[in-house]
Every structure is written in C-alpha cells, then in structure tokens.
C-alpha cells in the first residue's frame, strides 16, 4: 500500500530550526512528484516545496525561499526539509505528499492538483 509519513516536527523559538522527514514506503519517490505543504489553523493550505519528475530543479514558495532546503535520499525513498530561521508564520502542520504523472513542480504547489498520496502531517509550532 501506498503510504507517507511525515516526522520531525516540535516547538521551536523563532529564528531556530528543524528538519522534517518524510517516508515513502509502497511507491518510489524517484519516480513521483513530491511535495511538502503545510496548514495552519484558520488557513488554506500553502504548498511550501516541491520537485516534479520533469523540473530540474527545486520549487520554493516565496515565504520560505532562502530558510528552507528540499533534499532526498533516493536510498531511504525519503525526502527531507531542513527549516532554518523558522518564524511565528511558519507554524502549522506539515505534510508531504506524491503524486505521478508530467506537471510542473510549480502546479504542484500552487494546490490546485489534489490527487495523489497524502500523508497525516507534523506539527511545527514556532515561539516569539
């Protein structure tokens, strides 16, 4: 079966960091989409990163680009999101989803594409 599990997530004061992981087992991500959104309370969803199967490089939004870093490890089938410098607008929950077929990395994000395989997510909460 196909299945994602984010992890990682926890209190942190602002300007601290974590990393979050995300494990895929049933499938291999080096042949999906990947993506890691988050949520928090009162809000839409916010695609965050993401990298597809036919962009050659990684997606960042506007809000995290330069603190936050995609990575993987094609090995492990996981994907990793280091957050550095996290600020109060960064809490939420976060997930990581997958998803095959030709799209953009940034069609991916913007949400509009709700298919594919999601995961229950980590909670990230960021102290002022």
């Known amino acids: 079966d196909v299945q994602l599990q984010a992890s990682g997530g926890g209190e942190v004061q602002a300007g601290g960091s974590l990393r979050l992981s995300c494990e895929a087992s049933?499938?291999?991500?080096?042949?999906?989409?990947i993506g890691w959104f988050r949520q928090a309370p009162g809000k839409e969803r916010e695609g965050v990163s993401c990298i597809s199967t036919i962009d050659p490089s990684v997606y960042y939004s506007d809000s995290v680009k330069g603190r936050f870093t995609f990575s993987s490890d094609s090995a492990k089938n996981t994907t990793f999101l280091q957050m550095n410098n996290l600020m109060p607008e960064d809490t939420g929950v976060y997930f990581c989803s997958a998803i095959s077929g030709f799209l953009r990395s940034t069609y991916y994000c913007s949400g509009r594409e709700t298919r594919g395989a999601w995961g229950r997510g980590t909670l990230v909460t960021v102290s002022s």
């Open positions: 049933g499938f291999l991500m080096k042949d999906y989409a």
